[in-house]
């Protein structure tokens, strides 16, 4: 089941305060984005990698690239104000295959295991996206005061690879595109043509690069598995 998969990496990364896109900057020595790119570089699977890219990035990410000796990336196409936006500007751009995967830029620590349990359901089922059971209790609020506590054996917290076989997410993308409809998350904009998203379970390794405490996460990551 091979499939393409799509990077967004063309938001700011506010949140995270460097003042550049937060892709660039490095754990042990190596970017966010490369780190994220060499995953499925070295997934046999992986027959194309699409990176929505800001104008102005463009140049420095076909650097990186080709330091890195990538080359499975298949086009850049400009990334767009919301993430829907620059996975269609990618989906726009392919040609017809089995499935796409839509992945952060940003979570360079998704396993092999996942990646292959996602593309099988994904291909029997049509559409799945990784996740992880929430740990923590969970309560609603409401100006500051708890209005409920959730059964939190129902809650999962939602991760990337998402997964879906091209026509699918195709058709949910052009919808979303004609009716105006803007959605978290790619899985959302499959449920709104009611279409039915299986989970599998991931990691808790498997974080998004956000603020300046997760890259001491990913640096601890890192050195746990290279022990």
């Known amino acids: 089941m091979n499939y393409e998969v799509v990077l ?24 966010i984005l490369v780190h994220t790119l060499h995953v499925f570089e070295q997934d046999p699977k992986c027959t194309g990698i699409w990176l929505a890219v800001k ?17 499975k990336v298949k086009g850049l196409p400009t990334g767009g104000a919301e993430r829907q936006h620059s996975v269609r500007s990618c989906l726009v751009k392919m040609e017809p295959t089995d499935l796409v995967m839509v992945h952060d830029a940003a979570r360079p620590f998704i396993l092999q295991e ?5 593309a099988a359901v994904a291909f029997e ?4 996206i990784a996740g992880v059971r ?13 209005q409920e506590t959730v059964d939190r054996e129902r809650l ?6 998402q997964a879906f076989r091209y026509d699918l997410l195709k058709e949910a993308s052009d919808v979303a595109d004609k009716v105006g409809f ?8 499959v449920e709104n043509i009611g279409h039915h998203v299986h989970i599998v379970e ?19 990551i890192l050195t746990s598995r290279q022990a």
């Open 55 to 71: 104008d102005s990035e463009r140049e420095q990410i076909e650097q990186l690239i080709q330091e890195a000796g990538i080359t």
């Open 114 to 118: 996942t990646i292959d349990k996602l």
């Open 156 to 161: 999962w917290s939602i991760q990337t690879p």
């Open 125 to 128: 089922k049509g559409a799945a």
């Open 182 to 189: 803007l959605g978290t998350d790619e899985a959302m904009l």
């Open 8 to 31: 967004p990496a063309a938001g700011s990364g506010t949140r995270m305060g460097a003042g550049k896109n937060k892709l660039f900057l490095e754990l042990q020595g190596t970017t």
């Open 202 to 220: 991931s990691s808790y390794e498997n974080v998004k690069m956000t603020t300046k405490e997760d890259l001491v996460f990913g640096e601890a």
């Open 134 to 146: 929430v740990k923590d209790t969970m309560k609603i609020v409401r100006d500051g005061i708890i």
